[in-house]
C-alpha cells in the first residue's frame, strides 16, 4: 500500500511558476513509476506528465512541454512537478498518482489532489 500526499498548490498569475510536490510513504516508492494528472472543471482527468522509477525517462502531454518538468528524489520518497509560464488554462486540480509496473495503462495509487489557479 502507497499513500501520496500532495502540496504545493495555490493562486498564481499568468506567466508564474508553481512547484508541486508529491509525498509518498512505503519503502518500495524507489521502484514505483510516478505521474501527475489533472482535472478541470466540467472536464476528463489528463496526463500531465510521469517519470520512470530511476527519473531516467519522463513523458510528457504536448501542452506542457518545455514549461513543466518531473522530478523524483527516492532518497526523500517525493515527487516534483515543477510548473513555469502558468497559463489559465493550467488551472485544475492536480494528483499525483504511483504505480508499481514500469510502464502503467492506469495508475494503482492516488493523491487527494492540489488545487493550481492561474488568473489572467
Known amino acids: 500500500q502507497v499513500q501520496l500526499v500532495e502540496s504545493g498548490g495555490g493562486l498564481v498569475q499568468a506567466g508564474g511558476s508553481l512547484r508541486l510536490s508529491c509525498a509518498a510513504s512505503?519503502?518500495?516508492?524507489?521502484?514505483?513509476?510516478m505521474g501527475w494528472f489533472r482535472q478541470a472543471p466540467g472536464k476528463e482527468r489528463e496526463f500531465v506528465a510521469a517519470?520512470?522509477?530511476?527519473?531516467?525517462?519522463?513523458y510528457y502531454l504536448d501542452s506542457v512541454k518545455g514549461r513543466f518538468t518531473i522530478s523524483r528524489d527516492n532518497a526523500k520518497n517525493t515527487v516534483y512537478l515543477q510548473m513555469s509560464s502558468l497559463k489559465p488554462e493550467d488551472t485544475a486540480v492536480y494528483y499525483c498518482?504511483?504505480?508499481?509496473?514500469?510502464?502503467?495503462?492506469?495508475?494503482?495509487?492516488w493523491g487527494q489532489g492540489t488545487q493550481v489557479t492561474v488568473s489572467s
Open positions: 498518482a504511483a504505480d508499481p509496473r514500469p510502464d502503467p495503462p492506469q495508475y494503482r495509487y
Open positions: 517519470i520512470s522509477w530511476s527519473g531516467g525517462n519522463t
Open positions: 512505503g519503502r518500495t516508492f524507489s521502484s514505483y513509476a
